[in-house]
């Protein structure tokens, strides 16, 4: 269990800085603000001095806190190896704290709505309603979107209606190994039903048995980064009852790092990194099969929680007529970050577009990423830029492959 840090914890954490300055051209809050503030450096001053009692909680030092992604790039690039992640969190927490008890009560409903399956589901058939029934168009016609928080909303709604994308199977192979139990996540049941199944179907072409347990719910990474630890720690719980006697694997890396928090869920599996390191069988190239160039999106839980850059590759290499490209400035975060998107539209937009302009010269047809929140936020950007490109799990390419050899 992740305990609360009391105030004396945080202070102590943050005296760990020596503020050296390594971790500031990592930042991306930082690389856009040139703010002190706006650093890591800036906010762990900020968080010892609230919890030293040298400042007081202000709106202002909110923000400054809020406009953390907790992408931890900085605790990856920092040499006395300050545990930021746990800083800002503890911090989140004594925010949390401070709120009216009417905020506390409204904030916390809003995310047990995002984070239960009924949510997810909810969300997709509204967000479908929304789309077809052409308010949508409405909306954006009206040009009231632009840079509006409410944009933020409509582009997410908007890749939430997409229609389902779910491959029918390529064949059950005798079942030689497992059993492996999947982890679905909240949103990613509405966001990517397609990389589930395709996950389902590679697995099972290897040998595996699946299972989806039925007790299994959000991994309590929202609540965590939102200030609510002990909410965080009943989810991990509760999947650590449903995942008992089970290999875990999850397909958003993001929740796989959160998971993997919690001692008894310590073993789950990043889904690209189990399915590279496994033997397959040889994968021939096809006749006249064109080459397909590929972008990889680089999720900061990938490269900075999971620390594992390499997943996506290692595994896309088995499909001989690929080939890969890394999205450029994949060191810094696309501004997703879990509900950043929704929270801070116009730093999450802006912190999107380096991604699209790379791709509109990249002359990738597919981007892939690993993360269900960053897949949503690349093909709200994709779709608004007017880009062919197609965003998907990995996964979902290696099991197109099987469905098209079928
Ligand atoms: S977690 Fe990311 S956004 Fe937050 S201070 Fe560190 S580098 Fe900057
Ligand atoms: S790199 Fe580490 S020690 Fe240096 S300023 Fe950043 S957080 Fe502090």
Redesign the pocket.
């Known amino acids: 269990m992740n305990a609360i840090p009391t105030a004396v914890d945080l202070a102590r954490i943050a005296d ?9 051209p990592h930042c991306p809050t930082y690389r856009l603000a040139r703010n002190e503030a706006e ?3 800036g906010r ?1 001053a900020l968080i010892q001095g609230r919890a030293e009692g040298h400042l007081e909680d202000s709106p202002v030092l909110g923000d400054h806190l809020a406009h953390c992604l907790e992408c931890l790039a ?2 990856r ?6 545990p ?1 992640g746990i800083l800002m969190d503890g911090a989140r927490a004594a925010s949390w704290a401070a709120k009216p008890p009417w905020r506390r009560n409204r904030d916390r409903a809003w995310l047990a709505f995002l984070a239960s399956p009924t949510g997810a589901r909810l969300s997709a058939v509204l967000a479908r309603l929304y789309r077809y029934s052409g308010l949508a168009r409405l909306v954006a016609g009206s040009g009231a979107l632009r840079w509006h928080p409410l944009a933020a909303r409509h582009r997410l709604v908007l890749q939430l209606a997409g229609p389902p994308r779910i491959n029918p199977p390529p064949g059950q192979t005798e079942t030689t190994r497992g059993p492996i139990g999947l982890f679905l996540g909240c949103i990613a049941r509405a966001a990517q039903p397609g990389a589930i199944a395709a996950s389902v179907e590679v697995l099972r072409w290897l040998g595996y048995e699946v299972r989806l347990p039925p007790g299994q719910g959000c991994c309590g990474g929202m609540h965590r980064h939102h200030g609510l630890p002990q909410d965080a720690d009943r989810r991990l719980e509760t999947n650590a009852r449903a995942f008992t006697g089970l290999t875990g694997v999850g397909i958003a890396s993001a929740c796989v790092a959160e998971l993997r928090t919690h001692p008894p869920l310590g073993e789950t599996q990043e889904i690209c990194r189990f399915l590279a390191d496994l033997d397959w069988p040889i994968i021939p190239p096809q006749p006249h099969q064109p080459l397909l160039r590929v972008a990889i999106h680089l999720p900061c839980s990938q490269r900075n929680r999971l620390r594992d850059e390499g997943a996506a590759r290692d595994l896309l290499r088995r499909l001989p007529h690929l080939e890969l490209v890394d999205l450029p400035d994949n060191a810094f975060c696309c501004g997703a970050a879990g509900t950043y998107l929704l929270e801070q539209p116009t730093l999450s937009r802006t912190l999107l577009q380096p991604k699209i302009d790379h791709l509109a010269q990249l002359g990738a047809r597919v981007v892939v990423t690993t993360n269900t929140g960053c897949a949503l936020h690349l093909a709200a950007g994709i779709q608004e830029a007017g880009l062919a490109v197609e965003v998907l799990h990995p996964v979902q390419l290696i099991a197109r492959y099987l469905n098209r050899r079928s």
């Open positions: 760990r800085c020596v503020r050296c300055g390594l971790c500031l650093s890591p450096r762990i900085c605790e690039a920092c040499p006395t190896l300050v930021f």
